[in-house]
């Protein structure tokens, strides 16, 4: 069953990971499991400290040249009946203002992980402008 706007988000905030899709300005499309919070219409996640191969990321240089993503969170069961998924599409950009601590603030209240150390790379903040989602039951 579709889930309304209200559930959708509550269910995409309460998840743990979420997938990241973009694409460059070819539409080469790019996948990546991202930590992330929300608050009202907008995702955040950040660059952080968690091993990768450069901070010089795909992701990133996504957005530059293409702005409109994707998220998706989910929860798989046995149980059929259990499964949903919620996605967020938006526009997305690199902060580099004020607001990036804020931001941080964020990822540190709903990660214990960031407490110890808050990220220090790119911010990517989301604005939402669909909310989809569907369950089972």
């Known amino acids: 069953m579709r889930l309304s706007t209200v559930e959708t988000r509550t269910r995409f905030a309460a998840a743990r990971v979420a997938r990241f899709a973009s694409a460059d300005s070819r539409g080469v499309p790019h996948l990546v499991p991202v930590t992330f919070a929300v608050r009202d219409d907008t995702v955040v996640f950040a660059v952080d400290h ?32 259990r499964l949903w998924w919620a996605r967020a599409d938006g526009v997305a950009r690199v902060v580099a203002d004020a607001s990036r601590e804020e931001f941080v603030g964020w990822l540190v209240e709903k990660y214990p992980q960031y ?8 911010v990517v903040a989301t604005e939402v402008h669909t ?7």
């Not at 909310?131 to 039951?137: E, L």
């Open 115 to 122: 407490a110890e150390h808050p990220p220090e790379h790119a």
């Open 50 to 81: 968690k091993p990768k191969s450069s901070t010089a990321l795909r992701r990133l240089a996504n957005i530059a040249e293409n702005p409109a993503v994707s998220f998706l969170a989910d929860s798989y069961d046995e149980d059929w009946t």
């Open 131 to 137: 909310w989809r989602g569907w369950a089972g039951s």
